[in-house]
């Protein structure tokens, strides 16, 4: 099953890392597949949906590549998805976010990963407040 081969792939991809508030990187995707369980999207696959929240920041964390997930049986519309989620080190925020704007599971697992890091941002990262939240009106209006 997908969501279990990408789950597994994420626990070993994010082994050992953290995010700012201390805690196992791994919660992160956690707390976003634990969101979208909760929602009801019928515009998607879950299982692809599901299997992309798990995997959104291999590519851009840990250096994962595309081909590595296609040789480990990950779909290549998850592969897409988390392609599009992978923000380029040349590339403007907003045009990331635009981009990612085009690919609805991309689409979707973003709106989840913002609003987690929203919810768990510290007091002297505040000014990213404002870029998440840009972000997301893109993201649910345009």
Do not use: F
């Not at 907003?94 to 609805?104: K, P, T």
């Amino acid at each position: 099953m997908v969501k279990t081969i990408a789950e597994e792939i994420a626990r070993e991809a994010h082994k050992g890392q953290h995010r700012w508030g201390g805690e196992p990187y791994i919660s992160h995707p956690e707390a976003i597949v634990e969101q979208l369980k909760l929602e009801n999207w019928d515009c998607v696959n879950n299982d692809d949906l599901i299997a992309t929240a798990w995997l959104h920041d291999v590519m851009e964390d840990v250096g994962i590549t595309g081909l590595e997930l296609l040789h480990k049986k990950i779909p290549l519309d998850v592969i897409i998805a988390v392609i599009a989620m992978t923000k380029l080190p040349y590339e403007d925020y907003l045009d990331y976010i635009l981009r990612v704007r085009l690919n609805e599971i991309a689409r979707i697992v973003k709106l989840g990963d913002i609003t987690h890091n929203l919810s768990t941002l510290r007091g002297d990262q505040k000014d990213r407040a404002a870029k998440y939240k840009l972000a997301k009106y893109i993201l649910v209006q345009l």
